[in-house]
């Protein structure tokens, strides 16, 4: 195959002849996916969608209630594949709308991932995310007392009588710190 012919395809396109003759996709294919903007990502979709040879009333296929479930737990569940339908439906253009609902007609489980994950990734950009951690738990706070010391001082000083929020700033450092009475 020529590879400056290559170049000029649409990624999609070229990641779908890779997977049908290879029946994978190679480390530099997903390397290529994963430098694009979810908005590249998208507008390729689209182009690749216009690309296909039209179809004479195309009919919506059935898909199993497993299939169904796959699609929504690929988003995080029934209510986040509702909540990215619908921010979809007041921030995409009534084309973008058609392509998704083409996608999700045709049934093909993998395609309509394919969708969703970029519809995920448009979201996720204007709406931005919750981070997660990758492993342990968050830093406690480190303002502690360190002998009996301290918190005598703190004791005394005059707006520990006078100041509710002072009085209990104290009282949550106590219960933070290690000290044995």
Do not use: C, H
């Amino acid at each position: 195959m020529n590879q400056n012919l290559n170049k000029n395809k649409n990624p999609l396109s070229k990641a779908a002849e890779e997977f049908n003759s290879k029946g994978e996709l190679s480390a530099e294919t997903l390397a290529e996916f994963e430098k694009m903007s979810s908005k590249e990502l998208i507008q390729a979709y689209f182009e690749y969608e216009q690309g296909l040879p039209a179809m004479d009333a195309p009919q919506a296929v059935e898909l199993s209630q497993q299939d169904i479930n796959s699609i929504q737990n690929s988003v995080g569940g029934e209510a986040a594949y509702q909540q990215l339908v619908s921010w979809a439906a007041q921030n995409f253009t009534q084309s973008e709308i058609q392509a998704f609902d083409n996608v999700v007609d045709s049934g093909n489980v993998d395609a309509i991932n394919l969708a969703l994950a970029g519809l995920k990734a448009r979201y996720t950009d204007a709406n931005g995310y919750e981070g997660q951690m990758i492993q342990g738990k968050a830093a406690a706070p480190a303002d502690t007392f360190k002998s009996q010391a301290e918190v005598v001082r703190a004791m005394s000083d005059a707006r520990y009588d006078r100041d509710p929020a002072y009085r209990d700033e104290i009282m949550q450092k106590l219960a933070r710190s290690d000290l044995k009475f």
